[in-house]
């Protein structure tokens, strides 16, 4: 079983639509949880972060993390085509400068 | 946000070449990875360079096959030794620390690599 689960989808939406992608991960030592935008050819740009449990709201994406139940998501309001992409999200250790764990990826399709 | 740039942006070798790949910060950081995703999949660190000691490989990963060298705090090469098909895959570097904090890490654009 691989440490971090994230549906690799395709995901395709309407424009305006609210999307939601999830992770599930095993590792209780995970603290840090980030969520990555990748377009095609490009390096993974980082969207946000979270250390523990809660949301973060940043514009149009909110992340929440339920350690819990670990488990993570990353909501997009009102979707545009540019939010198509893949999404990675990453986890890691208390400690710092600590390895990043990816999960597989969510291909996102926004179509007008 | 880190800027960091790395050369070249892609290449196609033959197998059994080397290419070295650089990787630039515009800051000084106090860690620099490097991570392999290979075609339609996600990121495997390869080993963390720290500046003035030896990199720290993760499992699968020797150094023989991909030595890595960190002369200063905003710079570290990765070498792809003895190239294989297998060995086709996008390489990144990220940093993590000083002004960039230590609760993430910034990526570089990659490097597309094809072994022929």
């Known amino acids: 079983q691989k440490e971090v689960e994230q549906d690799p989808g395709p995901l395709s939406v309407p424009e305006g639509a609210i999307v939601s992608l999830n992770c599930t991960y095993s590792?209780?030592?995970?603290?840090?949880f980030m969520w990555y935008r990748q377009y095609s050819r490009k390096g993974p740009e980082l969207l946000m972060y979270t250390y523990s449990s809660g949301n973060k709201e940043d514009g149009r994406f909110t992340a929440q993390v339920d350690k819990s139940s670990k488990y993570i998501s990353l909501f997009i309001r009102d979707s545009q085509p540019s939010d198509s992409a893949t999404y990675l999200c990453a986890m890691k250790g208390g400690t710092s400068y600590g390895k990043l764990t990816f999960g597989q990826g969510t291909i996102l399709t926004v179509h007008p | 946000s880190a800027v960091i740039s790395q050369k070249p942006s892609r290449d196609i070798c033959q197998r059994g070449t080397s290419l070295t790949i650089q990787c630039q910060v515009d800051?000084?950081?106090?860690?620099m990875f490097w991570y392999r995703q290979q075609p339609g999949q996600s990121l495997t660190l390869i080993a963390t360079?720290?500046?003035?000691?030896?990199?720290?490989?993760e499992s699968g990963f020797v150094i023989d096959k991909f030595p890595i060298s960190r002369p200063n705090l905003t710079f570290s090469t990765l070498t792809v030794s003895n190239m294989s098909p297998e060995d086709s895959s996008i390489y990144l570097c990220?940093?993590?620390?000083?002004?960039?904090?230590?609760?993430?890490?910034?990526f570089g654009p990659g490097t597309r690599l094809t072994v022929l």
């Open positions: 590792n209780s030592a995970f603290q840090y």
């Open positions: 360079a720290n500046q003035g000691s030896e990199a720290t490989y």
């Open positions: 800051s000084q950081v106090t860690m």
């Open positions: 990220s940093v993590e620390g000083s002004q960039y904090g230590t609760d993430t890490q910034y």
